[in-house]
């Protein structure tokens, strides 16, 4: 798979169940992002989660890393229809800021009310 | 909570017109970027920006294709001669070291 791919590609689920989308990559990386996309719109930083992390949370998001594996999950609890959207994961390979994301194919998530 | 600025929120331009897409980053940010999206597509790095020049580019980013801050807010990306492929929502993002990008809420470019 490319750098920075999504499974599934698309998610459907009822409001108020949990959703789990995975990012898997190549390269070594400096940290993994998240980021959402409303359809046409810009996108919205989530999370970032850096290599030595194994675990992050931020409000309904639960993001994970496994390094040896090179695999993140992104899990947005007790969702809501507002959540509907596509969401990203981006790998940065470098920490001097001139290394360039390098973004996944997305999964689309749309939470049915 | 500061924000990258891009203008125009869509830009309708013919085929060889000569484009000029602008953003405004934050203005503590060392770092500047230019994606772009082919509708449906995934998200895909064009340019970095760093110290007054090009840190890195892609293949996409071939003669047509430019980059400028002209001033201390402006971040400018000029397309010579559009084709329809160019066809894209592009977006600029900014950051400091210690920090993740922000991302504007992108230009749509549509070529006809």
């Known amino acids: 798979s490319q750098q920075g791919e999504e499974d599934p590609q698309a998610l459907s689920i009822q409001e108020g169940e949990n959703a789990t989308m995975n990012c898997s990559y190549k390269?070594?990386?400096?940290?993994l992002q998240w980021y959402r996309q409303n359809s046409g719109r810009g996108l919205v930083h989530l999370i970032l989660?850096?290599?030595?992390?194994r675990e992050k949370h931020s409000g309904r998001l639960r993001v994970t890393l496994d390094t040896s594996k090179k695999s993140s999950s992104l899990l947005i609890t007790a969702s809501r229809a507002a959540d509907t959207a596509s969401y990203f994961c981006?790998?940065?390979?470098?920490?001097?800021?001139?290394?360039?994301?390098?973004f996944g194919s997305g999964t689309r998530l749309q939470v049915q009310p | 909570e500061p924000e990258v600025t891009q203008t125009p929120s869509h830009q309708v331009t013919q085929m060889g017109q000569e484009v000029i897409l602008r953003c405004v980053p934050i203005?503590?940010?060392?770092?500047f970027y230019w994606y772009r999206q082919i509708l449906g597509q995934k998200v895909e790095f064009l340019v970095s920006?760093?110290?007054?020049?090009?840190?890195?580019k892609s293949e996409i980013f071939d003669d047509q294709f430019s980059v400028e801050r002209p001033d201390g807010s402006n971040f400018t990306l000029k397309i010579r001669s559009t084709k329809l492929e160019d066809s894209a929502m592009y977006f600029c993002?900014?950051?400091?070291?210690?920090?993740?990008?922000?991302f504007g809420s992108g230009t749509r470019l549509t070529v006809v």
């Open positions: 989660i850096r290599s030595n992390e």
């Open positions: 981006a790998t940065d390979a470098g920490d001097t800021g001139r290394r360039a994301l390098t």
């Open positions: 993002a900014s950051r400091d070291r210690a920090q993740g990008y922000t």
């Open positions: 920006f760093y110290n007054n020049e090009i840190s890195e």
């Open positions: 203005s503590n940010h060392l770092y």
């Open positions: 390269t070594s990386i400096n940290n």
